[in-house]
């Protein structure tokens, strides 16, 4: 390394520091989320949702990985860790990036993509998933459960019913003749 290699590093270094505890702070104050980077080669979790100006911290459980971006809004400039798709880190390594378009960011980590290690950040005005988690689901197909429920239990009842009056039928019904025929 020449000289000019090591004072580019060295600075370097010293911004990722500074930049580091500033968003480290600002990580605790504002409660930024954190994601793992599990050895069962997922995303812990895999989909997060932040307000403009949130860090987001991922940290590696296991060896092994990067954050290469696959998608991303128009005007954002995200570009996962440094070194692109060939460069991977270990355990203990920890990387931040402070989301600031609107809009949803599609990550992998490059040699375990095929594995399902991909993740999702939205950015949206509250920071929260959108209301209702199960708020896709069309009135009408809502009717058919229902309806299957009631015309259940009516099933249900109908069949108890049949039986408590078999029971009672044979209980009391013909006990008195067995016992009473003398
Ligand atoms: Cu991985």
Same mark, same amino acid.
Request: overall charge negative; proline content about 13%; cysteine-free.
């Given at each position: 390394m020449n000289r000019r290699e090591f004072l580019r590093t060295a600075g370097g270094a010293t911004a990722v520091a500074g930049a580091v505890s500033a968003s480290g702070s600002a990580a605790a104050q504002s409660g930024g989320p954190e994601v793992a980077l599990l050895g069962s080669l997922?995303?812990?979790?895999?989909e997060v949702y932040v307000s403009p100006g949130t860090t987001v911290t991922w940290v590696w459980e296991s060896d092994g990985h990067n954050i290469v971006v696959d998608s991303q809004p128009e005007g954002a400039n995200w570009e996962g860790t $440094?070194?692109?798709? /060939?460069q991977l880190y270990d355990t203990g390594y920890e990387y931040s990036h402070t989301f600031e378009e609107l809009g949803e960011y599609e990550y992998v980590c490059a040699p375990h993509r095929q594995a399902g290690m991909v993740g999702t950040v939205v950015v949206n005005e /509250?920071?929260?998933?959108?209301?209702?988690?199960?708020? $896709?689901? $069309?009135p009408e197909e809502m009717g058919v459960p229902i309806q299957a429920h009631f015309v259940g239990i009516a099933t249900i009842l109908a069949i108890a019913v049949s039986l408590m009056f078999t029971f009672f039928l044979l209980k009391y019904g013909e006990s008195p003749h067995a016992s009473g025929g003398n």
């Open positions: 997922v995303f812990d979790p895999a $440094e070194g692109g798709a /060939s /509250s920071g929260a998933p959108p209301s209702g988690g199960g708020g $896709e689901v $069309e």
